[in-house]
């Protein structure tokens, strides 16, 4: 087919065009190929003629990718005035090319990624001297901060700086540039005693006499190496103190003593185990006890307590004493049963008969009877007729046990008021 001859008649029928309406201009020669914006390589087409021509021009000069480039950008391009909607085979077709002849081209030539010896020399001669803002620094400590670093990255480091040993100038420019940083910094105050030092690094903290290894102040003779410590480890540090910050009173037999923590509370004598003093010869090993648990207490202070069942008075050993001895050993039931009633302050066996503990009764209305009975409580609702089991009243001479029902069924029921009608 012949292309050329196809492309000069379409740019033919463009030239012979005077309508307004035709306003895609489209170069005759295009400018990757020599072309100008002359009038005369100038000619208006439709859009459809503009995209059929860029087509055929890839056709009539397959080795060129500029013209394969404008092609695919004007099947993919964003501008809403220039959207040609191709269809899917053309759209593949120019991608295809497109991708075929960016390969050709880019094959054996360095990317932006990797450039070559000569670009990469104009980049470093274009940033000497040049030093990046505080922001750019701070953003690049920060991104890899609390990011751990794998193990094969840490093993490749290792191999890597394994057996290098720094020069004499990395050095000494190391130390210069450590000696500036020390020179701007002020003097600095020791966290263990308050003092104003001139510091030798950029980490220290404490001044020479706090960090280099002292006597031990408790008066034993041995060196504490310890940075910040005056006393060997486990060592008495009480020495020093004054005798009057740490005497306290004790709790227990309220003599003064003296603490070796602002927080002590109980003397050492009382803290100690000691006998029992009921005489039984067991040690009591609780601090401040005298009597080891659940023995004889008749040493201790006993309390005057009225008993909440009986209100007769009773001694008890503690503050929370409220039954007396009587009401809580058990006892027989009141019933008449002869059973024992185990539970504290109860006189009666649970759920045995109870008459004789009213000694007055409220008569009720029972809610399904309409009956009057006594009941043991202003709450009583059922008589003990409607409570207790009974014949069903259709005569099928069966029990119900449910509270207040009268026929075992509603059957049972429409069976009975028939019966009557008759």
């Known amino acids: ?13 463009g030239k012979n065009r005077t309508l307004e309406g035709y306003s895609e201009k489209h ?51 964003n501008n809403a005035n220039r959207n040609y909607g191709s269809t899917s085979r053309v759209y593949e077709f120019a991608r295809t090319q497109r991708a075929k002849s960016l390969s050709l081209e880019l094959k054996g030539k360095p990317t ?20 990046r803002p505080l922001e750019a620094v701070r ?20 191999n890597c700086n394994k057996g290098k040993v720094r020069s004499e100038e990395t050095k000494a420019k190391m130390r210069a540039t450590r000696e500036k940083k020390l020179s701007k910094e002020s003097n600095r105050i020791c ?50 103190k004054k005798p009057f910050s740490c005497l306290r009173v004790c709790e227990i037999c309220n003599n003064q003593y003296v603490s070796k923590s602002p927080k002590g509370k109980i003397c050492l004598e009382c803290a100690k185990p000691k006998e029992c ?17 659940s023995h004889d207490k008749k040493n201790k202070k006993k309390f005057l307590k009225n008993c909440i069942y009986c209100n007769n008075e009773f001694e008890t050993t503690g503050f929370s004493g409220t039954i007396c001895w009587e009401c809580r050993k058990p006892r027989t039931c009141k019933c008449g ?6 539970t504290p302050g109860y006189f009666y066996k649970p759920n045995h008969d109870k008459e004789l503990r009213a000694s007055f009764r409220y008569s009720c209305v029972c809610k399904f009877c309409n009956k009057e009975f006594l009941a043991g409580s202003s709450t009583g609702k059922m008589c003990p007729e409607c409570v207790a089991p009974r014949l069903c009243k259709c005569g099928c001479e069966q029990i119900i046990k449910l509270p207040g029902k009268f026929f075992r069924s509603k059957r049972c029921k429409l069976y009975f008021e028939k019966k009557i009608d008759k």
């Open 1 to 13: 087919m012949n292309y050329q001859a196809i492309y000069n008649s379409l740019i033919q029928r």
């Open 27 to 77: 170069h005759i020669i295009p400018r990757c190929m020599g072309g100008n914006n002359d009038s005369e390589n100038l000619v208006k087409l439709t859009a459809r003629e503009h995209f059929i021509a860029h087509r055929l021009l890839t056709k009539i000069y397959p080795d060129n990718s500029n013209l394969k480039c404008a092609v695919w950008r004007m099947c993919n391009g």
């Open 112 to 131: 932006n990624r990797f450039p070559s010896a000569e670009t990469r020399a104009k980049m470093s001669a274009k940033r000497k001297g040049k030093k």
């Open 139 to 158: 953003g690049i400590i920060n991104s890899r901060l609390g990011k751990p670093m794998s193990e094969e990255a840490k093993a490749k480091l290792s």
């Open 191 to 240: 966290k263990f005693c308050n003092t104003k030092y001139q510091p030798t690094s950029l980490t220290n903290k404490m001044c020479s006499a706090c960090r280099n290894p002292k006597l031990c102040k408790c008066g034993c003779g041995e060196i504490t190496k310890t940075p910040g410590r005056f006393y060997k480890l486990n060592h008495n540090k009480f020495i020093e």
């Open 277 to 293: 003093k009921c005489g039984c010869g067991e040690m009591v090993i609780t601090p401040g006890k005298c009597f080891k648990h």
């Open 337 to 342: 049963c002869g059973k024992m009633v185990i």
